[in-house]
């Protein structure tokens, strides 16, 4: 009888634990929609601005500028655009709650590892948002127009940029993250730098088919992904083995 009433007790007990988490992603995604829902509104309206920036600086004059194709484009244009805003100006909060989430599962030394990385991966975001935006939609844009002949002459869409804009802004900001994924996966002991190198050769592959299934069907796209990531991958197993390296010192 009391092996039973353990039993149940420890069920019940499983049970509250599982609800608890769920209670706890559940607030944690309220938190994340409603930072959403609220870095939203200012972004549709500066969207018109990003927008113009964007074509003015990325547009060779070979290609006669945007059109749009229907009344409403613009429009849904701008709500498209003001989303990729909304996603990058509270991506430093979304990691701060998923920090959050994760914390009471974590042991202090995961914590404190975590805990000055999210800094370091937000930097890295922005960077490779910013990166795309001022070094990469140009060359695209002057690879694009290459193709342009006497008989073919483009006639581009608004929408189809903004589509483009948004999907290689979300790309580099997130493929710029490969630092922060290498150390922390050394520091939180999932994988040892000798590991690391070990499996490099099948990480640059990983690395590359990312950045073809991330990107427009281009190979410049895919390059001037794929090559950065590679170099950031590098970076983040060289800080990972100082770091390691300065863990052994301090024991």
């Excluded at 493929?175 to 690391?196: E, G, K, N, T």
């Amino acid at each position: 009888m009391e092996d039973t009433k353990d039993k149940e007790t420890a069920e019940a007990s499983d049970v509250q634990t599982v609800a608890g988490h769920l209670e706890a992603l559940r607030s944690t995604l309220l938190r994340i929609l409603t930072a959403l829902a609220l870095a939203y509104i200012p972004c549709y309206v500066a969207s018109e601005m990003a927008i113009d920036w964007l074509i003015r600086w990325s547009l060779p004059e070979s290609l006669g500028g945007m059109h749009f194709f229907s009344p409403m484009e613009v429009f849904l244009v701008r709500l498209k655009m003001a989303f990729v805003l909304a996603l990058a100006v509270t991506y430093p909060w979304n990691l701060l709650q998923f920090w959050s989430f994760c914390r009471p599962a974590m042991y202090e030394h995961e914590r404190r590892a975590l805990r000055w990385w999210i800094l370091f991966a937000s930097a890295l975001f922005f960077g490779g948002v910013l990166f795309c935006a001022v070094g990469i939609l140009p060359l695209v844009m002057r690879f694009a127009a290459s193709f342009a002949t006497e008989q073919m002459r483009p006639l581009l869409g608004v929408a189809g940029y903004v589509e483009l804009v948004g999907w290689l802004s979300l790309a580099f900001g997130l493929m710029f993250q490969a630092p922060i994924l290498v150390v922390l996966a050394v520091r939180l002991d999932f994988l040892s730098c000798d590991r690391l190198r070990a499996l490099r050769p099948y990480i640059v592959v990983a690395i590359f088919i990312l950045s073809a299934l991330l990107t427009p069907p281009d190979i410049v796209s895919q390059i001037v992904l794929g090559v950065p990531t590679w170099l950031l991958f590098e970076l983040g197993l060289w800080l990972a083995e100082r770091t390691t390296h300065e863990k052994e010192i301090e024991k």
